[in-house]
């Protein structure tokens, strides 16, 4: 079975700095997806950005970039130019190529943004 | 357009209760799924459809839970009879699906908290 871990329950960034989140997962599968969701406080479940397996360019939209590293299992997401509004929990998220879709979530990442 | 639309967003009731969520898809879209929030368990799949079939209620936690979805518009996640540790936030996303594999990104509606008391 897939597994996502993301080790920081908590970060914080200084406005219009850079904070890199954690992610890592494990998978015996060579083809599948990796998502970024965030959800602030109004609980919405927002896409940030996704990345397919079989790319090996890093996916970007506009602040956000990702960090995949394939082999390492990892998938860090990068945000640049930090807003208060990007305060929320992000949850990295595994999708199997192959079974129909169903997103397997990480704990989530509490980011606080300090003005 | 609309997005995936859940009611009630709010639901308070007693233990015994029967609990009736509701969701309508995005439009065009063929796959649909229950995902739960809980502190202690963070996000999980419930069920998922595609094409108004269950093909996966592995993670529906007990018989006190069923789902259905009688046509492509409109889906239902019933709990009868709640307990107080089903108080959760009940997420449904909607996605398409072409074929094996090209799934589109899933669009989440904005959950019902329930709480039961």
């Known amino acids: 079975a897939q597994t996502v871990t993301q080790s920081q329950p908590e970060m914080s960034v200084q406005e219009a700095e850079t904070v890199t989140l954690s992610c890592t997962y494990d998978t015996s599968e060579s083809d599948y997806y990796l998502f970024w969701y965030k959800q602030p406080p109004s609980r919405q479940m927002i896409l940030v950005i996704r990345?397919?397996?079989?790319?090996?360019q890093n996916a970007t939209e506009n602040r956000f970039s990702v960090n995949f590293q394939k082999a390492a299992k990892s998938f860090s997401l990068k945000i640049s130019d930090s807003q208060l509004g990007d305060a929320a929990m992000y949850f990295c998220?595994?999708?199997?190529?192959?079974?129909?879709?169903?997103?397997?979530f990480g704990q989530g990442t509490e980011l606080s943004v300090k003005p | 357009d609309a997005g995936v639309i859940q009611s009630p967003r709010h639901e308070v009731t007693e233990m015994g209760q029967e609990v009736t969520l509701r969701c309508k898809p995005i439009?065009?879209?063929?796959?649909l799924f229950w995902y739960r929030q809980t502190m202690m368990r963070g996000l999980e799949l419930l069920i998922y459809f595609n094409n108004n079939v269950p093909i996966d209620d592995s993670g529906m936690p007990e018989d006190r839970f069923s789902a259905k979805m009688p046509n492509a518009s409109f889906s239902t996640l019933k709990i009868q009879p709640s307990e107080p540790r089903d108080s959760a936030v009940y997420f449904c996303?909607?996605?398409?699906?072409?074929?094996?594999?090209?799934?589109?990104?899933?669009?989440f509606g904005d959950g019902t908290r329930l709480s039961i008391l």
């Open positions: 996303a909607s996605s398409f699906s072409r074929d094996r594999g090209r799934n589109q990104p899933q669009h």
């Open positions: 998220a595994y999708r199997s190529y192959n079974q129909g879709g169903k997103l397997i």
């Open positions: 439009s065009g879209h063929n796959s």
């Open positions: 990345q397919e397996a079989y790319k090996q």
